[in-house]
């Protein structure tokens, strides 16, 4: 059963820099190749929302509020995806998950999530 663990939320000040880490375990050798990998983030109140995605060929796709500020990036060497955000904001407080999916009609797999507070 492939489980996700995220790492590397915490608190931070507007204007600075978090990186998050996700890693799968629970895989057969080199299917994590095959995945495309997501962040969510769900605000207090809020639905969750998506905020970056690289596919297996490792396209990128952000969400216009991140734009410019965070980056995905994947190693499927170690299984693990990571976001890189900048120039945080307090718009940008929520907890991050981690998703998984095969294909479009593959169920995802969803980390517990790290949270990430931006203060003014």
């Known amino acids: 059963q492939v489980q996700l663990v995220e790492s590397g939320g915490g608190l931070v000040q507007f204007g600075g820099s978090l990186r998050l880490s996700c890693t799968a375990s629970g895989i057969i050798f080199r299917q994590y190749m095959f995945f495309n990998m997501h962040w969510y983030r769900q605000a207090p109140g809020q639905q969750r929302d998506l905020v970056a995605s690289?596919?297996?060929?490792?396209?990128?796709d952000y969400a216009d509020s991140v734009k410019g500020r965070f980056t995905i990036s994947r190693d499927n060497a170690k299984n693990a995806v990571y976001l890189e955000m900048n120039s945080l904001e307090p718009e940008d407080t929520g907890v991050y998950y981690c998703s998984a999916r095969l294909g479009d009609d593959d169920p995802p797999i969803w980390g517990q999530g790290t949270r990430v507070t931006v203060y003014a």
């Open positions: 690289i596919s297996s060929n490792f396209r990128t």
